[in-house]
């Protein structure tokens, strides 16, 4: 079975829009091709309860988890807001990223 193409890449700044993070925007810190799935900072937060060990002392700790690709959506580089995500082919050949609400190029 073929993985889908993910058009949300790591360091890319997104939005969460559903969900009970939504409204929350953070960096992908890690993409999970194969479950579709992105790790957003600040995004998700979970409290993981970690047992001493001779390095570390325990705790409890927060965490990000991840949230499903669908759930998340690129911010805008012009206006601020959530957009979808194009691909376009500039006059040199090569494919970049547009933002499809104002048509700008991303990274």
Known sequence: MSRAKLK??????????TGGSKGVEGEVLKVLTAESKVIVQGANIATKHKKPTQLS????????RPVHISNVALVDPKKGGPTRV?????????KVRVARKSGETIG
């Open 86 to 94: 194009g691909y376009k082919t500039l006059k040199d050949g090569k």
């Open 8 to 17: 949300i890449k790591k360091g890319d700044k997104v939005v969460v829009i």
């Open 57 to 64: 002392p325990g705790g409890i700790e927060k965490v990000e």
